[in-house]
């Protein structure tokens, strides 16, 4: 696999993250498809104040095939640019709307010229203020809609001891699958740093 371009990776309609536990610096994810097989390992630097998340196609990381960069350093309403490390071609954007993401978690997701294509939005208002006032044990759902319409889930298994992102494409061919991938990846990551 070159590149992890549509058409270079088998894509499926159902993914797992699971973040690794007991990491003192930094953080790692692990992509799983549906049979269990690894897909993808993500590895978060530690310490940097400029968000940079690698993903590689296995642990070994031998080849990068997706990069997740920060704008800016620190951004409450950071903007994260995907590339494809083959290429070095910008996939998409994310943008975090940060003041509408106190109450409620709420991105705006954006094709590589900077187009929106789609929102991904917590679950609902009461709940998102329930998790963030009384507890962080209630498991997080996201759902991305182009046009209102859902075209992805990303919910979260409820477990006190290790975290659980299933990633569910509900219409595989509606988006950018890598942009799907990067969402779930910046999902994990945020709730890692709120929990």
Avoid at 12 to 24: A, D, E, T
Avoid at 27 to 51: A, I, M, P, R
Avoid at 152 to 178: C, V, W
Wanted: charged share 20%.
């Amino acid at each position: 696999m070159s590149s992890l371009t549509p058409s270079g990776h088998n894509w499926q309609p159902h993914y797992v993250l699971k973040r690794q536990i007991f990491k003192l610096v930094g953080s790692n994810f692990f992509v799983y498809d549906s049979s269990g097989t690894l897909q993808f390992f993500v590895h978060q630097k530690g310490f940097k104040l400029k968000e940079d998340v690698r993903v590689y196609t296995n642990e070994s990381k031998t080849q990068e095939v997706m990069r997740i960069a920060a704008r800016k350093v620190m951004d409450f309403s950071g903007a994260y640019d995907v590339f494809d490390s083959a290429t070095n071609e910008r996939v998409g954007v994310l943008k975090r709307k940060g003041w509408r993401s106190i109450a409620r978690d709420e991105w705006t997701v954006c094709g590589p010229q900077e187009q929106e294509i789609g929102t991904l939005i917590e679950d609902n208002l009461a709940l998102a203020l329930l998790r963030r006032l009384a507890t962080n044990l209630i498991p997080q759902n996201y759902d991305l809609l182009i046009n209102g319409v859902q075209v992805m889930d990303f919910k979260q298994n409820f477990n006190p001891f290790s975290y659980h992102l299933n990633i569910d494409f509900k219409q595989l061919g509606a988006m950018e699958p890598r942009l799907g991938i990067a969402c779930a990846i910046m999902l994990a990551s945020m709730e890692g740093r709120q929990s």
